[in-house]
């Protein structure tokens, strides 16, 4: 979609912190980040939610995310992590764009909600 701010980004037509990029997928910190280092990973493809993400990206997708929590700990950006992902506006989906959040955290840091 033309005026997707994400399918913008993954374009490079926008500026984005980007952290890494795969062939399907890129992971940028997150513009209103919960924590620092809270990272986006976002299929290039206009896709809407997970259910629109195919099969035969899984395995790159969770691949992605795996290598970003596993940087989280080794780089002691965060001493745990969360991954959360919202599907459609009722369970908070924002921008109409399938997304992943990947969120460090410390021990302690009281942060209640992570999305």
Partial sequence: MSDCI??????????SNMVAETGNFIAILDAHPVAPGHT????KKHLVTLLDI??????????LCKNLASGFLDNKTGDAFNIAMNNLPPAGQV???AHIHLI????????????
């Avoid at 986006?40 to 299929?43: E, M």
């Avoid at 035969?56 to 691949?63: D, Y």
């Avoid at 460090?104 to 999305?115: L, Q, Y």
């Fill in 54 to 63: 195919p099969n035969s990206l899984g395995e790159e997708m969770l691949s």
């Fill in 40 to 43: 986006l990973v976002i299929p």
């Fill in 95 to 97: 921008v109409p764009h």
């Fill in 6 to 15: 994400f399918c913008k980004i993954a374009r490079k037509e926008l500026k």
């Fill in 104 to 115: 460090p955290r410390k021990d302690g840091d009281s942060i209640k909600r992570v999305v």
